[in-house]
């Protein structure tokens, strides 16, 4: 299949050649009519096979269209147009510029964060439960059938070999017998059983093992000893290789990997649940972690200097942390604003009439007055550095414990004692 850029197929003007497989070669391509960029899979033709295999990839490449064009879904790559050109058979598809496939990340040192592979892993599910639901089980489940794209979406492609299940014509396009990639295959694949949608979920699994663990559970010298340890052996343990895996995780794993069906998940929607769940507790773990670093933060600024722990846990639950980038206006000059910030990291610039007339540092506090009532603002507060702050409500403190109230007032008025000492010796040396 060389030598086809710069040529039209149908439509489509091939640009170049952007991947390649078993069944065929993928072209990106240019639609003139939408002046869009299209992937298009040229099945490859072989003039040397025998009839029985040229007729087994034909029966693919109309199994492959049939079953993309039941499937609309934003997690599996979508399917354009079909058609034969000059005995060439090609299917147009989605082109996702820049792509990575998921092998790119299943090597040590490449991981990516659990969270992550977490949510790349429920997509997934939910895409691999659409199409079960529509008669289609894909049959490859791999690393290098699942890209993420630019913008960390997921995209499931390559329904070469997929098994359709409903439809009046599903005798005449099925390819039956052992297909797939041997590693990722289940049990009742690789003895060439019957395949339902669980066998998608068992590749899946071994996915997900590979995501998180950068080894294939699998893994032999030949297809023999892969066979043997797909039917018969049981995978290593998750926690035998990392230590920092939650352990409900590992379970989901295991259930995904059973070697009967009958202990598997029933269906996919099963395990998008299982690991929606996963993903809240790893989301609401990472904020408490930073809780923890948000109050270590606030231990070090002068302007809590005294408060007890227990105080600063209310302040972090009445604050509420805010970001800014250089040059960004946090507080203007003229404005009203209900309550006060402390700066937690960066540099600001006090303006008035847009001259600067002072530079605060981490620790310092502003907009202070509206604890005291709520004139207009007599400078404006602009971002020196990539900024964050503490913005404290009025409210909060009022409805803070007795204790943290006086610190409140004791850091206020000390911060401002600060600020006027400072703006008396400018004067003076004026």
Sequence with gaps: MKGLESQTLGKYELVREIGRGSMGTVYLARDPFSLRDVAVKIADVDPKSSQRIARRRRKLFFNEAKAAARLRHPNI????????DDSLRYIAMEYVAGAQTLDLFCIPGNLLPIDRVVSIMLKCAIALDYAHNRGVIHRDIKPKNIMLTQDNEVKIC???IALLTEGEDIDTTQVMGTLGSPRYMSPEQVTNEGITNQSDIFSLGVVLYELLSGNNPFSARNMADVTQKITREAHRPLKEIRDDIPSALMHIVDRTLKKHPAGRYRVAMELAADLNLIYQDIKLSEQELSGKD???ALKELSFFRGFEESELMEV???????HYDVGEVILEEGSEEDGFFVLIVGRVSVRRAGTEIG???????FGEIGFFYRPEHEASIVAKDLV???????????????????????AILTNVSKRYVS??????TR
Aim: hydrophobic fraction near 45%; charge should be negative.
């Design 77 to 84: 790559i979508a399917t354009i147009d079909a058609g034969i």
């Design 158 to 160: 390559d329904f070469g």
């Design 294 to 296: 948000r109050l270590e």
């Design 316 to 322: 972090l639950v009445s604050g509420v942390w805010r």
């Design 359 to 365: 530079v605060l540092e981490p620790g310092a506090s």
């Design 388 to 410: 964050t702050v503490l913005q404290v409500g009025i409210n909060h403190i009022e409805h803070a414990s007795v204790s943290c109230q006086l610190r409140f007032h004791k």
């Design 423 to 428: 703006a008396l010796g400018q004067l003076g």
